[in-house]
């Protein structure tokens, strides 16, 4: 019996019925979890009291954080996971490493500043985005991923509702706003002003990252109006980054692979 449990009086197993009662009360989940476990490891490695309990508050520390990540995870509404230290830069020797993990320590969002990923299909834009994305969601920031077809559509419907104010303050509040596949298909003028909206609520202020398969002499096709279509690359390019992920698909390349060993 422990020197506390014979001071109050307490057997061990009331003790951990009574430890188990607060951590329910004062919702403690992990140290609840592992509050045997860890006392059994004290005794064993004959911890001192303050350091038995650094070690239960710094888990239930870790534990929380590790479910706010995931919550802003799921709230940044990713289509699946894509984590940077699964991109294959031998498949595309385009992408600097050494870039990306610069880009990975979220300096660019603290700042505020837009990122734009500009290559052809198969050659990991949205790998990088997501897992860009990502990364800011796990250091903290408010993430939104969206298609950009999908985001002037509901602009539109919300400009038709007279909701467009609260949809464009929604879409401004978050760290970081990622655009994919912007430039797939063509916009008309009330679309395009309707993103050109989001973005100047969001400049110099918070992060816009794009990923496009255009490059930015080619938005006229997306952006029919050249002004609107010059303001639109200024706002995404102005105290920036840009990176080339290059024409050739190394999806592409992976299936003729496979295909010539079969």
Known sequence: MSIITQRRGLTEQAAEAAVDQACRALRLPTLRARFVDAA???ERQQLTYRGFLAELLMA?????DRRR?????????FPRDKWLQEF??????NINPAVINTLATCAWVRNGEPLCLIGDSGTGKSHLLIGLGAAAAMAGYRVRYVLAAKLVN???????????????????RVDLLCIDELGYMELDRRGAELLFQVLTEREEKNSVAIASNESFSGWTKTFTDPRLCAAIVDRLTFGGNIIQTGTDSYRLARTRTQLAAQ
Not at 69 to 77: K, P
Not at 88 to 93: F, K, V
Not at 160 to 169: E, N, P, Y
């Open 88 to 93: 294959d830069y031998d498949a595309n020797p």
């Open 154 to 172: 509901e602009l539109v419907e919300a400009a038709d509702d007279k909701q467009l104010t609260k949809t464009i303050a929604r879409y401004g």
């Open 40 to 42: 059994d490891a004290a």
């Open 60 to 64: 239930e520390c870790d534990e929380r």
């Open 69 to 77: 990540s995931e919550r802003r995870i799921r709230a940044a509404g």
